[in-house]
């Protein structure tokens, strides 16, 4: 009987030594110590990105990091489109991120509401986005993400154009402002540009940053307004800070 419980017991040693070895031996081997992202950085930085994906204790290991991406997805992050990733060895991962092509946010109740070029809205979020241009002053009416915006103003229509333009000329236009009356005003960077109420504003758009790059330090109002083919003159004055 006392042989019997002795072997029993160096059973289940062995079984508890051999798998202290596996786990030694895959903590030694198998530790994610190499994570390359590939992504465009429009919204989040390299490190953003591995702090927001690597979020769970076991994506230390890399097959444990692979396991609970195939069989539970990775978590959903805002701006992301989609994330995938690639196991390049033992110890190394790459992120793959597809940002979102977001044209522009409104500022409703107190959130920010992105929204893409069909103006479909995608994200919200409690503080202003960075790099996305904020409309002001047109009528949203209600707001679902997932859901175009049916806004009660034909404005909605020609600011799709507008953002369309400023994106093709590589404008950074931090707000798009519109009156009662829908005449426009950008701010770029710290200067102020009219552009006024008109069909279409390729003309305008495409020579802004020449017309821009004509002028010294400082801030300045640049009055478009009244341009047009037959009328390339541009009124700038000094904006007081």
């Given amino acids: 009987?006392?042989?019997?419980?002795?072997?029993?017991?160096?059973?289940?040693?062995?079984?508890?030594?051999?798998?202290?070895l596996l786990v030694i031996f895959f903590i030694a081997f198998f530790q994610l110590e190499n994570v390359e992202v590939i992504?465009?950085?429009?919204?989040?930085?390299?490190?953003?990105?591995?702090?927001?994906?690597?979020?769970?204790?076991?994506?230390?290991?890399?097959?444990?990091?692979?396991?609970?991406?195939?069989?539970?997805?990775?978590?959903?992050?805002?701006?992301v489109e989609k994330l995938d990733y690639e196991v390049v060895d033992k110890n190394s991962i790459r992120i793959y991120v597809y940002e979102r092509q977001i044209a522009g946010s409104v500022l409703v109740m107190g959130k920010y509401f992105c929204f893409d070029r069909e103006g479909v809205v995608t994200d919200s979020t409690d503080t202003r986005p960075?790099?996305?241009?904020?409309?002001?002053?047109?009528?949203?009416?209600?707001?679902?993400?997932?859901?175009?915006?049916?806004?009660?103003?034909?404005?909605?229509?020609?600011?799709?154009?507008?953002?369309?333009l400023l994106n093709k000329n590589n404008i950074d236009a931090s707000e798009i402002s519109y009156d009662f009356r829908g005449n426009i005003t950008l701010m770029v960077d710290d200067d102020e540009v009219m552009l006024g109420e008109k069909d279409n504003y390729d003309l305008e758009i495409n020579n802004l940053k020449s017309i821009m790059s004509t002028m010294g330090e400082g801030a300045f109002r640049f009055d478009l307004r009244y341009m047009d083919s037959e009328n390339m003159s541009v009124t700038a004055k000094p904006i007081d800070k």
């Fill in 1 to 20: 009987m006392h042989d019997r419980v002795l072997v029993k017991r160096m059973i289940v040693y062995s079984i508890v030594i051999v798998f202290l």
């Fill in 39 to 79: 992504s465009e950085g429009k919204y989040y930085s390299d490190s953003e990105i591995k702090d927001r994906v690597l979020n769970h204790v076991t994506d230390s290991f890399t097959y444990l990091f692979a396991l609970r991406a195939e069989t539970s997805g990775l978590d959903e992050i805002p701006f």
């Fill in 130 to 164: 960075e790099g996305v241009v904020l409309v002001t002053g047109i009528d949203v009416g209600n707001i679902v993400i997932g859901q175009k915006i049916e806004s009660s103003s034909d404005i909605f229509k020609g600011l799709m154009g507008l953002v369309s």
